[in-house]
C-alpha cells in the first residue's frame, strides 16, 4: 500500500490557461473521488469514478472542468481557461467504499494569477 | 441532506492538556465517521474510522466516541504535544446514488498547542 499520490504538489498557471492534475489511487481501489477545498473550509465533491466510469459529477463542477479515469487506473482532473476562482486546494481520495474509509492525497495546490 | 459542524473552529491549548473536539451531524443514518488531520498546506491524514455499531475507537493518544442517536462524534486528544498542531476535521459518508458515497465534512478544528 504506496497510498494516494497526486502531482503536481504546486500549480501556478495565468487566467486563461489549461492545467491538469494527476492522481494515481491505491491500486486495489475501485472508487476514486475528486474533492476541493478553498481556505478554512472543509473539502467539497467535484466527482466520482468506479472503475473507469465517471458516476456522479457535482454541479460544482462547470464545463471547464473534466476528470478521466482510463483503464480505471490513474484519473486525470484538467481546468481549461482557468480563472481566479479555481485557486484551491484538489484532493483526490481511493476508497473500497463502506465500511472502508477513504485515502486522500496530498493535494494538488492551484493558485490562478 | 447531511450537515457537519465542528466545534469550536480553533482552539488554543497548553502543551500536555488533555482536549475534546466536537462533531456533529444531522443525519443520524451513518455508515461510518471518520477523523482527518490536516497540516497547512496538505492533505489529509486519516486518524480513526470509527462504524455506526461501535461506540468507540482507539489509536495512541486519540480516542475517538461515537454518539449515532444523538448526533454526535467527538475526538480525545490525551496529553497533548506541539506537533499535535493542525486542522481536525470529521466527515461522514452519505451515498447519493450510482454507487458513489460522497464524504461531507465539517469545517474543521484549528488546534494550536503552545509549548
Known amino acids: 500500500d504506496t497510498g494516494v499520490s497526486q502531482n503536481p504538489r504546486h500549480k501556478i498557471t495565468k487566467r486563461g490557461q489549461n492545467v491538469t492534475f494527476r492522481c494515481d489511487p491505491i491500486?486495489?481501489?475501485?472508487?476514486l473521488y475528486w474533492y476541493r477545498q478553498t481556505l478554512g473550509q472543509g473539502p467539497e465533491f467535484l466527482t466520482y469514478?468506479?472503475?473507469?466510469?465517471?458516476?456522479?459529477k457535482s454541479r460544482l463542477l462547470s464545463d471547464r472542468f473534466s476528470a478521466e479515469r482510463p483503464k480505471g487506473s490513474f484519473s486525470t482532473l484538467e481546468i481549461q481557461r482557468t480563472e481566479q476562482g479555481d485557486s484551491a486546494m484538489y484532493l483526490c481520495?481511493?476508497?473500497?467504499?463502506?465500511?472502508?474509509?477513504?485515502?486522500f492525497g496530498s493535494g494538488t495546490r492551484l493558485t490562478v494569477v | 441532506k447531511q450537515e457537519v459542524t465542528q466545534i469550536p473552529a480553533a482552539l488554543s491549548v497548553p502543551e500536555g492538556e488533555n482536549l475534546v473536539l466536537n462533531c456533529s451531524f444531522t443525519?443520524?443514518?451513518?455508515?461510518?465517521l471518520q477523523w482527518f488531520r490536516q497540516d497547512p498546506g496538505k492533505g489529509l491524514t486519516s486518524l480513526l474510522l470509527?462504524?455506526?455499531?461501535?461506540r468507540e475507537q482507539t489509536s495512541g493518544r486519540l480516542n475517538a466516541s461515537l454518539d449515532k442517536s444523538s448526533g454526535r462524534s467527538t475526538l480525545y486528544i490525551a496529553a497533548s504535544q506541539p506537533g499535535d498542531s493542525a486542522t481536525y476535521l470529521c466527515?461522514?459518508?452519505?451515498?447519493?446514488?450510482?454507487?458513489?458515497?460522497?464524504?461531507?465534512f465539517g469545517k474543521g478544528t484549528k488546534l494550536s498547542v503552545i509549548p
Open positions: 481520495a481511493s476508497s473500497l467504499g463502506p465500511p472502508k474509509g477513504y485515502t
Open positions: 491500486s486495489e481501489h475501485n472508487r
Open positions: 469514478f468506479q472503475n473507469e466510469a465517471q458516476l456522479e
Open positions: 443525519d443520524s443514518a451513518i455508515y461510518n
Open positions: 470509527i462504524q455506526s455499531s461501535q
Open positions: 466527515a461522514v459518508p452519505a451515498y447519493s446514488g450510482a454507487g458513489s458515497y460522497q464524504l461531507t
